[in-house]
């Protein structure tokens, strides 16, 4: 198996997005809301938009600018659909181990995956 340096900037970057976006969904006065609109998402299309807008504006365009990473807009699309597909299964299906999962051992494993959508 050969390993693949990870750039600094893509590492930070994961970690960051992960971290913002997880502070929002633990968070005692975020979480209420983050959980409704990523339940509200899944049966309204106008709900699924205003699900990627808060994301985009929250979290993915304030970690984007702040490491200095630029995506395509495809790119960032794969990436909120990460983020979603987590929330869901964390806080809303409540998937074991994901939802007891400590937040920086989700970082850690999810981290690779959001890394490697930036290279694609």
Known sequence: MTLVPVDPVERDFAVRLLTRFLRLCESPRTRARMVKLIQGSTGSARAG????????????????????????????????????GLAMLRYVIKVEPMASASVDEVIALTAPSIRATLRA
């Open 49 to 84: 938009r205003v699900l990627y807008r808060m994301i985009n504006r929250s979290v993915l365009n304030p970690v984007a600018r702040a490491t200095g990473v630029q995506s395509s807009a495809m790119r960032t699309e794969l990436l909120a659909s990460q983020l979603i």
